[in-house]
């Protein structure tokens, strides 16, 4: 099944009538394209002696490189796509209507609910007896009702849990069959299309089926779905991965294991996330998810194994502190740590990045949704908010992402956020001299999510390179900003084929 979608016909095909652009520079743009056994092998005048089995007429579409989303949860996104969802719902009698239609004497488990004010008394009164949980939209913070309390043997006011607690609460809800799982990613990856996504690298190993299912699952999946997925290596699989006897990086042209994933620290909805002055109306500046030395520890067990490490950390003094604790053990010659989110940051930190290998996974669409709330979290604002312009001038790598499920992974969205800089609450807008031209926000996307796959043959159109691309429909360089909010796609093409056409 495998070698159908590597070695499928043996092909020529033209690709015609379309705006190529390769990225290589803003203005370089092809008016066809052939590819050949998944990879491009050649551009206009150069490719006109040639005897093509397949044309395909782009119909005067533009073409770019596969959209690639740096940092999501693959099998996050998809459960979310498998469960009841209340991320547009704001209101809280709203949220327990919704709650008491989905509830049907079953543990109900409810994704992405936006906090305003439920307890456990108000999911009580729907049952004390069958769990009820509401994942907030932060990820680290549910809400949950006695019954679960009970399971978890916590006591508790409100039954609103943070961080290790919230974990012990989801554990108790059932795990899914292999199937189930395959479902899921299959579910996630087919969303994925409808957003010209063509990879992702993702953060799913440790939190599912274990190690080696879970594995196996992205193996049966991705022989059936073309998906260049990468896979982090969340710290507490490691010693599985080293039982498992794979290598780093390459298993198939879909599957890479990249990483070691840790956390630093929390997040600012939820007071964690570590900042160098406390909160607003409080003693404490957040917390570290594990001592600096037990941190350091498994830095030390990456390095040991060659791997690099992909840190969570949002914090700005978790920032100099993950900084600090890197440059002490840095990563084999040519080989990138990464860093995962980053909005708040000063001048020491963006000084020490500067010299260091590591390139730093953002998530645009955070701007747009986390502001102005979380300003009113800080005693004192930290210097920088999102200052991608200042880290690209300053040449650290930025790679674009949703971190979906948090995010739709809708990469134009991504784009926007990073050129508009306006929040989704009050519509206004945020230092806008950091904000990313056109040019710059699409390399998010396509050179910048690929930086980390150590595959020099990904995030360009040239020749040599994989035949994934993310078709749309307008000029995304041209075209009036607020347009990127509409649906632009025209066709997602993975390895030649075409995984995403639009009807
Ligand atoms: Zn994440």
């Known amino acids: 099944m495998l070698r159908a979608f590597l070695y499928k016909g043996d092909e020529m095909k033209l690709w015609k009538n379309g705006f190529f652009h390769t990225m290589v520079n803003e203005n370089e743009i092809k008016q066809q394209m052939a590819t050949h056994k998944g990879k491009i092998i050649g551009f206009d005048e150069e490719i006109n002696h040639l005897d093509f089995d397949e044309i395909i007429d782009l119909k005067g579409h533009h073409v770019y490189p596969g959209f690639v989303d740096a940092h999501l949860h693959l099998l996050g996104y998809g459960q979310k796509l498998s469960r009841l969802n209340l991320i547009q719902i704001k209101d809280q009698s709203l949220v327990i209507e919704t709650l008491i239609h989905h509830f049907n004497d079953q543990p109900l488990f409810a994704e992405g609910y936006f906090e305003c004010g439920i307890t456990k008394k108000e999911l009580n009164q729907i049952s004390k007896d069958i769990p009820i949980l509401l994942r907030h939209n932060d990820y680290h913070t549910i809400t949950t009702n006695d019954a679960v309390l009970k399971l978890i043997n916590q006591e508790h006011s409100n039954g609103v849990l943070t961080e290790e607690l919230a974990e012990m609460a989801m554990n108790i809800f059932p795990k899914h069959t292999e199937h189930g799982l395959e479902e899921i990613l299959k579910k996630s990856i087919k969303s994925l299309y409808h957003y010209g996504i063509t990879g992702g690298h993702s953060d799913d190993l440790y939190y599912f089926n274990g190690f ?19 896979l982090l290596l969340h710290h507490m699989v490691l010693d599985d991965f080293v039982h498992s006897r794979r290598m780093a990086f390459n298993q198939t042209p879909y599957l890479q294991l990249g990483a070691v994933k840790m956390f630093y620290d929390g997040t600012v909805y939820s007071k964690t996330a570590l900042m160098k002055v406390p909160y607003r109306d409080s003693i404490s500046n957040g917390m570290r998810i594990h001592s600096k030395s037990e941190f350091v520890e498994i830095i030390l067990k990456a390095r040991k194994l060659g791997l690099t490490v992909a840190i969570h950390v949002i914090g700005d003094q978790g920032l100099i502190e993950v900084l600090e604790l890197l440059k002490a053990n840095p990563p084999k010659t040519g080989l990138y740590d990464r860093l995962i989110h980053t909005p708040w940051m000063d001048d020491q930190a963006i000084l020490m990045m500067k010299d260091m290998p590591i390139t730093l996974d953002i998530q645009p669409q955070f701007l747009s949704s986390d502001l102005p709330w979380a ?87 040239k020749k040599g390179f994989i035949a994934d691309f993310s078709i749309f429909i307008d000029d995304l360089l041209k075209t009036n900003l607020e347009n990127l909010k509409n649906t632009l796609l025209y066709e997602t093409v993975i390895n030649e084929h075409i995984v995403y056409k639009r009807t």
């Open 212 to 230: 080696t299912q879970t594995l196996k699952v992205f193996d049966t999946v991705l022989e059936k779905m073309p998906f260049r997925a990468h």
């Open 375 to 461: 300003l009113d979290y800080f005693s004192i604002k930290p210097q920088y908010a999102f200052p991608w312009k200042t880290l690209l001038n300053n040449h650290i790598h930025l790679a674009g992402s949703s971190d979906a499920p948090v995010e739709i992974p809708n990469p134009l969205l991504g784009i926007y956020s990073a050129i508009k800089r306006q929040s989704d609450h009050n519509h206004q807008t945020y230092s806008t001299h950091e904000s990313l031209t056109r040019f710059e926000a699409i390399g998010l996307y396509t050179k910048g999510a690929n930086f980390s796959t150590m595959d020099n043959t990904r995030g360009y159109l």
